[in-house]
């Protein structure tokens, strides 16, 4: 199972960025899937998460803010970031949701929020 994280990029203060991952090797349908952030220094955090069934839950930090989304054909998951805020910066991963399992972190995406 590979999981590849991409979309990062510096936005300023109130931008906006829409983060990819592709997953192979599992079907997403079958997972519930979810969005990471790690900043030096900290654990990695939580961000967003997709449960199979179609519900959604969010950090309490960006709750209103970001989206979280996927493409079963193309067995994707998407995170859109409106409103974004210098304390949103990190490493962005996506991987399973939800317990304590979790697949091989893969490839991460950099966001940069400059204020």
């Known amino acids: 199972v590979q999981l590849q994280a991409f979309g990062g990029g510096l936005v300023q203060t109130g931008g906006y960025l829409r983060l990819s991952c592709v997953v192979s090797?599992?079907?997403?349908?079958?997972?519930?899937m979810g969005w990471y952030r790690q900043v030096p220094g900290k654990q990695r955090e939580w961000v967003a998460g997709?449960?199979?069934?179609?519900?959604?839950d969010y950090a309490d930090s960006v709750k209103g803010r970001f989206d979280i989304s996927r493409d079963g054909a193309k067995n994707m998951v998407f995170l859109q970031m409106n409103g974004l805020k210098p304390e949103d910066a990190g490493v962005y991963y996506c991987?399973?949701?939800?317990?304590?399992?979790?697949?091989?972190w893969g490839q991460g995406t950099l966001v940069t929020v400059s204020s």
């Open positions: 991987n399973l949701f939800g317990g304590t399992y979790k697949l091989t």
């Open positions: 997709f449960r199979t069934r179609g519900t959604t």
């Open positions: 090797g599992t079907s997403i349908t079958l997972s519930d």
